[in-house]
Nanobody, 124 residues
Framework: QVQLVESGGGLVQAGGSLRLSCAAS????????MGWFRQAPGLEREFVAA????????SYLDSVKGRFTISTDNAKNTVYLQMNSLKPEDTAVYYC?????????????????WGQGTQVTVAS
């Protein structure tokens, strides 16, 4: 059974940094795309970043480009989201997700597995 477990969220001041981790287990993820999504209160869950585990291709939401970096550690089966220069509008619950295949897609409905989420709060 696939499990995605996020960690690393917390409270940070604007301009600060956090690194989110997503530990994946239950199968081999070499042919998966791993994504990060976020959901703020009253808003829909939105795509933030994704990486193809096999090819290392990445994609980002425009508003996080240059500030966030997604990466993988194959030995640990873990996906990271390094978030720098955080802004109050980055405040949300962040979710890790996985979808079979090698094509990066940004629609949440195509992702097969989800973690439980981790809260990120950026204070102004």
């Amino acid at each position: 059974q696939v499990q995605l477990v996020e960690s690393g969220g917390g409270l940070v001041q604007a301009g600060g940094s956090l690194r989110l981790s997503c530990a994946a287990s239950g199968r081999t993820f070499s042919s998966y795309v791993m994504g990060w999504f976020r959901q703020a209160p009253g808003l829909e869950r939105e795509f933030v970043a994704a990486v193809s585990w096999s090819g290392g291709r990445t994609s980002y939401l425009d508003s996080v480009k240059g500030r966030f970096t997604i990466s993988t550690d194959n030995a640990k089966n873990t996906v990271y989201l390094q978030m720098n220069s955080l802004k109050p509008e980055d405040t949300a619950v962040y979710y890790c997700a996985a979808r079979r295949g090698d094509v990066i897609l940004t629609r949440r409905y195509v992702y097969d597995y989800w973690g439980q989420g981790t809260q990120v709060t950026v204070a102004s």
